[in-house]
């Protein structure tokens, strides 16, 4: 098939050794390439049980036959691996222009094993691969880093680094990427860190060969006319995701003090308006047509965001209001190179802990001086820090409160309130990776659209299961989520580039092939249905501010749901996959 560079590079860091082979191409046609094919190659090469954090675990970096090819938004990077916070699968993705670089340097995905001995990056140029110390970067934050290497090896060479997280194997440790872009979730910086590598420097001189090229031409200028440059998308570009500040506390949904309630009336100090009178430039990532990227400057604070969620999590969820606050947070966890979602999840839990009396870590709600010294010394282990390094689930079976620890398998949630989205509950306790928003996104229907009632099980499991579907297979073509293209059209666009007939059924085939394939590598670890929950506060405390005021989520809905999501995806009722689908699916 054309998009492909059929050409895998496996480096063994152990041994310093690399080499080159074939693209499995039969589960390329059945995976597409990204989250699926990365996910079906960790499956078939990874022992169960592996720790996430020892030589044995693989980090997967993976391409798609769209990267680096004249169809917009699919410029973005899927990273998996075994998740060093919730042993599941993991699978991020990020933004920037490193994913066009690799294909470009000629593979269509980079799979390391083993560890260094010492600290080092990877430098990367064509078929030429070089293992350079780096105890000299060992400790440094990743801004710093990366703008090293871009002086060392040229401003056209792309960076993926880690920060001081990543080192000190954090299960909220992230990958950056041009500075401002991160893998965030699930800890797969620390993967990264366990193998002693600062940082992937790559250089890429050669091209992607596409099937049609005039007819792929002509109609990414069709679509882009028709659908891209569109006023229902030009959202992306005009306010970013921080036009959702407004919609979710309209919706009832925008969280507040550790998800304790609902934020009303309080966001005029960091919402959208707030951004743009901050913003100070625009960006994109490789081959985009949206422009979503932020630059935002307050003093001495500069990020590219602050996106939603941190907007969210890190601002009234941990009682701050202030823009300014929320991007120093931010900054300094880039720089730290820690997901702020999980950072902000875990300090919010920690000041309803010290507020309530269970346990003392020295941080109350609204404490922004407190607030602002907790990335630094979570990232580096020092003093409470070296505690909260541990993660909300892991300190709530220490201390207590894990009615309160808002995580599902052990990654905190996202910035939405389920009690006035009972669909997004659902998609957060199914998700493979634990509580989710990118799994499947319910709440655009039952609260931005409102064509859904928000607080019924009706119909739920299918709204959580079409957008995983959709979803899954998506994120494996690779395109940028914010561009809303019907399956139909990334057929037409995978047929034109590759020259391999797909269809829009084929689509939906190999999303809930790719739904089926995370849940058995999740099965096979030990994971069953009862890990697919809430925390107790979704269930038994209601809201008491907002739209959604009075409601929760009763448990025994919740179970409804649960059981006709199992039905619909022909799971057991106790949530494993029969032997028979397994068998089916050649696992």
């Known amino acids: 098939m054309f998009g492909y560079q059929n050409n895998v590079l496996r480096i063994d860091l152990t041994a310093q050794t690399a080499k080159q082979e074939p693209l499995n191409m039969e589960w390329a046609k059945k995976y597409i390439g990204g989250k699926g094919l990365g996910i079906r190659y960790l499956y078939e090469e990874l022992k169960p049980n592996t720790d996430p954090l020892s030589p044995e675990n693989k980090l997967i970096f993976m391409t798609a036959p769209l990267t680096g090819t004249v169809v917009p938004n699919s410029g973005k990077l899927a990273i998996i691996s075994r998740s060093p916070a919730t042993g599941t699968i993991l699978d991020c993705s990020i933004g920037g222009h490193i994913a066009i670089e690799i294909k470009y340097a000629g593979y269509d995905a980079i799979i390391l094993e083993g560890a260094l001995k010492e600290p080092g990056y990877l430098y990367i140029e064509d078929d030429k691969i070089e293992f350079i110390p780096a105890n000299d970067l060992w400790g440094k934050g990743s801004h710093e880093t990366e703008s090293f290497l871009l002086n060392k090896h040229g401003r056209d060479c792309k960076i993926m680094t880690i920060g001081p997280a990543g080192e000190n194997l954090l299960p909220m440790a992230c990958i950056n990427s041009d500075y401002y872009r991160q893998a965030g979730r699930g800890g797969i910086g620390a993967v990264m860190g366990s193998k002693k590598l600062k940082a992937v420097v790559v250089k890429g001189s050669g091209g992607v060969k596409v099937a049609d090229m005039e007819k792929a031409l002509t109609r990414v200028h069709e679509i882009l006319r028709q659908d891209t440059v569109t006023e229902d998308n030009l959202w992306a570009y005009t306010d970013g995701t921080a036009t959702l500040v407004e919609a ?161 398998k052990g990654l905190e949630f996202p910035g939405y309130e389920p009690r006035g989205s009972w669909a997004m509950g659902l998609a957060y306790a199914v998700a493979d990776r634990g509580a989710c928003h990118m799994r499947a996104y319910p709440i655009a229907s039952e609260v931005y659209e409102g064509t859904v009632d928000p607080y019924t099980g009706e119909g739920k499991a299918k709204l959580v299961y079409d957008g995983q579907v959709y979803n899954a297979v998506k994120f494996s073509g690779i395109i940028c989520d914010f561009w809303a293209l019907g399956l139909d059209t990334l057929a037409e666009l995978l047929t034109i580039v590759t020259g391999e007939t797909f269809t829009e059924a084929d689509m939906e085939a190999i999303g809930e092939r790719i739904i089926h394939l995370a849940r058995a590598f999740n099965q096979r670890e030990g994971f069953t249905g009862k890990d697919d929950t809430l925390p107790r506060r979704i269930f038994n405390e209601t809201l008491k501010s907002g739209v959604a005021a009075g409601q929760r989520i009763p448990e025994e809905v919740f179970g409804k749901m649960l059981s006709e999501y199992y039905e619909i995806m022909g799971w057991q009722p106790d949530g494993t996959i029969s032997p028979e689908k397994l068998e089916e699916l050649a696992l």
């Open 248 to 408: 979710c506390e309209a919706g009832g949904v925008l969280p507040s003090k550790n998800f304790q309630d609902a934020t009303v009336n309080k966001s005029e100090g960091f919402n959208s308006d707030r951004m743009i009178e901050a913003r100070k430039g625009k960006r994109g990532c490789g081959s985009c047509a949206l422009g979503c990227g932020n630059f935002t400057k307050i003093d001495d604070a500069v990020v590219e965001g602050p996106e939603y969620e941190t907007l969210a999590l890190a601002g009234p969820n941990c009682g701050v209001h202030d823009l300014k606050a929320i991007v120093k947070f931010n900054q300094l966890c880039d720089d730290l190179g820690m997901d702020t979602m999980s950072a902000a999840g875990i300090i919010s839990w920690a000041m309803e802990m010290t507020e309530k009396g269970l346990k003392d870590f020295g941080i109350r709600f609204g404490d922004v001086e407190g607030y602002l010294e907790m990335p630094e010394k979570i990232a580096r282990k020092i003093g409470v820090g070296a505690e909260l390094a541990l993660g909300t689930k892991e300190l709530s079976k220490r201390y207590g409160g894990e009615e309160f620890a808002m995580q599902v």
